[in-house]
């Protein structure tokens, strides 16, 4: 099964987005970033599964694990919360390609198990999108990928 993970990124000057796709071997096959226009986290979260399921369908990955630390647009996409209505019309494009695979699964993951997404998403791509293939990965996101392979253990830690 293919993994995604998507990140989706918003600041006071920027919206972007950003995934990996990934063999079950957490071998990595491709990487995505790119600009949005949506000026909402959840929006650009979304905006980030979309196209990281349509360049799954693209290239015919077809049973897909799909990870993003946005507890709520996995929620959304798993039916357990309502949808805002502002972001209604993405959730269905997400979902008419959700039909289009074999097998998925959506799944939360801390933004630790995330982070060569979240390194992905917030890459300066202008105002274009960017696809990156492993020969190309800047070598900090090969150390992400490499944490993830090797099943890097994070401790999170409490505050009080």
């Not at 995330?114 to 791509?125: E, G």
């Not at 960017?130 to 830690?157: G, H, M, W």
């Amino acid at each position: 099964m293919a993994v995604l993970h998507c990140d989706g990124s918003l600041t006071a000057d920027r919206a972007s987005y950003g995934g990996i796709i990934c063999d079950d071997a957490v071998v990595a096959i491709m990487a995505y970033a790119g600009k949005g226009d949506i000026n909402s986290v959840l929006g650009m979260e979304l905006f980030a599964i979309l196209k990281g399921v349509t360049f799954c369908i693209q290239r015919n990955l077809l049973r897909v694990s799909i990870k993003s630390d946005s507890k709520l647009a996995v929620d959304i996409l798993n039916g357990a919360v309502d949808c805002p209505w502002s972001k209604q019309i993405l959730r269905d494009r997400i979902a008419m390609l959700l039909q289009q695979l074999q097998r998925k699964e959506i799944k939360h993951v801390w933004r630790e198990l995330n982070q060569p997404a979240d390194f992905i998403a917030a890459m300066d791509t202008r105002d274009g999108e960017a696809i990156f293939y492993p020969l190309d990965f800047p070598q900090d996101l090969v150390e992400l990928v490499k944490n993830d392979s090797d099943c890097k253990v994070f401790l999170r830690t409490l505050s009080h």
